[in-house]
């Protein structure tokens, strides 16, 4: 099983930034991607972008793009997800999920809090 933990999350006015990150452990290898997921007060878990273990191919959600940029370190088994022009409605709950021997996202972190104030 494959172990996340994220970091990174804070208070941000709105327009600023923030760098999310999350490190993974255990079973790496088995690793096919890696993504981020936000859960806003009272909604529904919604996809964010999303990264295969490679580098090689990415996605984006309609509200990440030219806003959000999902990057790989290999070394460091983790991923990054950079969030500039920050806006209120990004206030979520950020998760990192990893899909393993496959391509369904099957281990969670716990979470990282992002608040944006306007």
């Known amino acids: 099983q494959v172990q996340l933990v994220e970091s990174g999350g804070g208070l941000v006015q709105a327009g600023g930034s923030l760098r999310l990150s999350c490190a993974a452990s255990?079973?790496?290898?088995?690793?096919?991607?890696m993504g981020w997921f936000r859960q806003a007060p009272g909604k529904e878990r919604e996809f964010v972008a999303r990264i295969t273990w490679s580098g090689d191919n990415i996605l984006y959600t309609d509200i990440a793009k030219g806003r959000f940029t999902i990057s790989r370190d290999n070394a460091k088994n983790a991923v990054s997800l950079q969030m500039n022009s920050l806006k209120a409605e990004d206030t979520a709950v950020y998760y990192c999920?990893?899909?393993?021997?496959?391509?369904?996202?099957?281990?969670w972190g716990q979470g990282t809090r992002v608040t944006v104030s306007s």
């Open positions: 255990g079973r790496t290898f088995s690793i096919t991607q």
């Open positions: 999920a990893a899909a393993e021997a496959g391509w369904a996202f099957s281990s």
